[in-house]
T-cell receptor, first 113, second 113 residues
Framework: AQSVTQLDSQVPVFEEAPVELRCNYS??????LFWYVQYPNQGLQLLLK??????LVKGINGFEAEFNKSQTSFHLRKPSVHISDTAEYFC???????????FGKGTRLHILP | SQTIHQWPATLVQPVGSPLSLECTVE??????LYWYRQAAGRGLQLLFY??????ISSEVPQNLSASRPQDRQFILSSKKLLLSDSGFYLC????????????FGSGTRLTVV
């Protein structure tokens, strides 16, 4: 069965600095990978997804993620964060077109002025 | 385009009272539907999902139940709420057997007092 590990529960970073949020997954088959963002008291919004093809995936709000099959990772990056990026970020995995998507426990991104 | 509606946005209920949360999807047919609960520091917990009318899969044994009386309607219920039922409840939909991720509703903040 697949699982997702987000290695950091909280990440503080200064405004305009780069950030990387780490995600590792385990699965015995090919997977679809997702990153979601949740702003306070709101539902989750899809940032980006990897299905196949290029391992570098670009999403909304200037975020990108790189799929690394050998390291079973799907880390999320942004070259320069803004105060509006303060939110919780969830990595998620689906085994092919399975009915369920499994989520990590989330990483809270704190932007410091 | 597809939209998902979830209500109410907030709810305060006494222990032992019943619960009914409703979720509806517009603009698509035969979606997969999901109920998640988000408790502080515990990430997203899948409670129920449904791949069709009357078809409910329960992921976690608990005080809650779900029903799908119509194709695009998903209801989360409880006969008697417990304090531990407090949390943020999220409904989501996804096309069946699809590579697409979930689309989430805006959530219901439930506080059991």
């Amino acid at each position: 069965a697949q699982s997702v590990t987000q290695l950091d529960s909280q990440v503080p970073v200064f405004e305009e600095a780069p950030v990387e949020l780490r995600c590792n997954y385990s699965s015995s088959v090919s997977v679809y990978l997702f990153w979601y963002v949740q702003y306070p008291n709101q539902g989750l919004q899809l940032l980006l997804k990897y299905l196949s093809g290029s391992t570098l995936v670009k999403g909304i709000n200037g975020f990108e993620a790189e799929f690394n099959k050998s390291q079973t990772s799907f880390h999320l990056r942004k070259p320069s964060v803004h105060i509006s990026d303060t939110a919780e970020y969830f990595c998620a995995v689906s085994e092919g077109r399975d009915d369920k998507i499994i989520f990590g426990k989330g990483t809270r991104l704190h932007i410091l002025p | 385009s597809q939209t998902i509606h979830q209500w109410p946005a907030t709810l305060v209920q006494p222990v032992g009272s019943p619960l009914s949360l409703e979720c509806t999807v517009e603009g698509t047919s035969n979606p997969n539907l999901y109920w998640y609960r988000q408790a502080a520091g515990r990430g997203l917990q899948l409670l129920f999902y449904s791949v069709g009318i009357g078809q409910i899969s329960s992921e976690v044994p608990q005080n809650l139940s779900a029903s799908r009386p119509q194709d695009r309607q998903f209801i989360l219920s409880s006969k008697k709420l417990l304090l531990s039922d407090s949390g943020f409840y999220l409904c989501a939909w996804r096309w069946a057997r699809s590579s697409h991720g979930y689309t989430f509703g805006s959530g219901t903040r439930l506080t059991v007092v």
